[in-house]
């Protein structure tokens, strides 16, 4: 893998976890034989699946979008409240 295409990568994702689950997916399907196993780059001549994937990434051909976490409750739920008694 070109460390070259990673810095630049690393760069546009910020975050390395991220970038090896998007490298990792693409490769996954640029190696099966699927509607989307044809680089979406001209030329490939002489470049492995993970190069590949890199200069997808940096060439804007793939992308990628992050999803906001869920939000977290405060409280535990509560069943019906008891009321009291007279």
């Known amino acids: 893998m070109n460390s070259e295409l990673q810095k630049q990568a690393l760069a546009k994702v910020g975050n390395p976890n991220i970038l090896v689950n998007i490298i990792s997916r693409r ?3 640029l190696t099966t034989h699927g ?3 044809r680089p979406l780059i001209s030329e490939t001549a002489g470049m492995g ?3 590949i994937a890199l200069l997808e990434l940096i060439e804007d051909k793939i992308g990628w979008e992050m999803l906001a976490p869920p939000e977290q409750v405060d409280e535990a739920p509560t069943r019906g409240k008891k ?3 007279k």
């Open 35 to 37: 509607p989307h196993s």
């Open 83 to 85: 009321k009291k008694k």
């Open 49 to 51: 699946a993970a190069d």
């Open 27 to 29: 490769v996954r399907q």
